[in-house]
C-alpha cells in the first residue's frame, strides 16, 4: 500500500509509525522495534515520512533517505499543539503527522555527519566550562566556610588555594579534600584548552568562519559556532535569522494595536548568549573614534541602558551574519565616528 505520509514518533526502544493516504486518512498504526524500523521503510514506496526534531532524528533522516524517502523534521514546539487530551505514543505519533499537513508548518534541515561530529565539539567544551564553573563555585563554597574567601573568577583559584594553605587552623581531611578540587580543576582547564584548540584549528581551516570574525564582537569561537550550526538557506531573511535566536521582541498586539514586549529568548540558546556577550565586549570600548563604534550604537547609549543597547547591537550583529552567510561577502566597515 502506498502512504502519503508516515509520522514516526521515537524513543528508544519502541518507534510508532502513524501514516495516512492521498486522501487523509488513517491507513497505519503500527509500533516497531529499533531494528524493526530501517527493513520496514526498505519495503515501502518512497513516501514523505516525518519526525520531531531531536539529536537522534537526525541520523534517522539521513537512513531514510538513503532509502528513497522525503524526510522532514519538524520542531517539537510546533507539534505540541497538536496533540490530543490524552497525551500516549500514538496520539504524539498522530499529532506529528497533522503538523507536517499544515501547508505553512516549518522544518529543520537534516544535518550531515560531520556537522554533527563538529557540533560535538562545541557541546562538550560547554559542558567542560559548566563543570568547571560548578567545581569552582564548589571550593569557593567550601572555602567560605572556614573564613577564606578570594575575588571570583578562574584565575582566582591559586590565589584561593594559596590563601588557604596560609590557614594553619584548616584541618589536615579539608585541606586534602581542597586539594583535589583544585586538581579536578586544573584538569578541567587542561581539557578546555584542548578543546580550544581544535576549534582553533577548525577556525583557521574554515574561510566562512574567517570572514564571520572580521565583524566588532564575534571572535573565534563565536564565528566557529556560527560556521558550523547555521544555515543560511533555511532563513528567509535576515530578521527570520534574528527571530530565530530569540532575539526580537514578543509581540502582544491586538486591537489593530501593536504592543512589543522583551525579547523572545527563542531557539538556540548558545548562540544568542555569545552575541550577547560579544555586544557587551564592544559596548565596552565604545567611544567616539573607535572602529567599532558606529553613530547608531553611540546615540543608543546615550537614551538606554547598556545591557539594553548589547541585545539591540546582537540583533543586528545576527542580521549581518545572516546576510554574510547567505551572500559570501566580506565584512565593510563604516567610517569611524569622529
Known amino acids: ?33 529499533r531494528s524493526q524500523v530501517e527493513e520496514f521503510f526498505r519495503k515501502q514506496e518512497a513516501t514523505e515520512v516525518v519526525l520531531e526534531a531531536c539529536g537522534g532524528s537526525h541520523h534517522w533522516a539521513r537512513l531514510l533517505q538513503r532509502l528513497g524517502h522525503t524526510v522532514r523534521l519538524i520542531p517539537p514546539q510546533y507539534v505540541k499543539p497538536f496533540v490530543k487530551r490524552a497525551k500516549n505514543d500514538r496520539n504524539d505519533a498522530e499529532a506529528i503527522n497533522e503538523a507536517a499537513s499544515r501547508p505553512s508548518m516549518r522544518s529543520v534541515a537534516v544535518k550531515t555527519v560531520d556537522q554533527q561530529a563538529d557540533g560535538i565539539i562545541l557541546k562538550h567544551r560547554e559542558m567542560l566550562v559548566g563543570q568547571r564553573t560548578q567545581a569552582i563555585n564548589a571550593l ?53 584548552a584542548a578543546a580550544d584548540a581544535k576549534l582553533a584549528a577548525l577556525h583557521e581551516a574554515n574561510p566562512l568562519s574567517q570572514l564571520l570574525a572580521e565583524i566588532p564582537g564575534v571572535g573565534p569561537l563565536g564565528a566557529i559556532t556560527m560556521a558550523l550550526t547555521v544555515e543560511p538557506q533555511n532563513f528567509a531573511s535576515a530578521r527570520h535569522f534574528a527571530a530565530w535566536l530569540g532575539l526580537t521582541p514578543k509581540e502582544h498586539s491586538t486591537g489593530g494595536k501593536q504592543r512589543l514586549g522583551k525579547i523572545s529568548k527563542a531557539g538556540n540558546e ?15 570600548f565604545a567611544k567616539p573614534g573607535s572602529k567599532s563604534a558606529s553613530a547608531w550604537l553611540l546615540k543608543l547609549l546615550e537614551r538606554k541602558p547598556r545591557k539594553l543597547c548589547a541585545v539591540a547591537l546582537a540583533n543586528k550583529m545576527a542580521r549581518i551574519i545572516w546576510a554574510m552567510m547567505a551572500s559570501g561577502e566580506a565584512y565593510r566597515r563604516k567610517p569611524v565616528v569622529a
Open 270 to 284: 548558545r548562540l544568542r548568549q555569545l552575541l550577547v556577550v560579544g555586544a557587551m565586549a564592544v559596548i565596552r
Open 140 to 192: 569557593r563554597g567550601h572555602a567560605a566556610e572556614f573564613g577564606v574567601v578570594a575575588a571570583k573568577g578562574t584565575g582566582k583559584v591559586s590565589v584561593l588555594m594559596a590563601a588557604l594553605a596560609a590557614d594553619t587552623a584548616i584541618p589536615a581531611a579539608a585541606w586534602a579534600m581542597f586539594e583535589q578540587m583544585a586538581a579536578h580543576i586544573e584538569a578541567l582547564d587542561q581539557r578546555i
Open 1 to 33: 500500500m502506498k502512504f502519503k505520509r508516515i509520522a514516526i514518533d521515537t524513543s528508544k526502544h519502541v518507534f510508532t509509525l502513524h501514516g495516512v493516504d492521498e486522501q487523509e486518512r488513517v491507513a497505519l498504526r503500527r509500533e516497531l522495534k
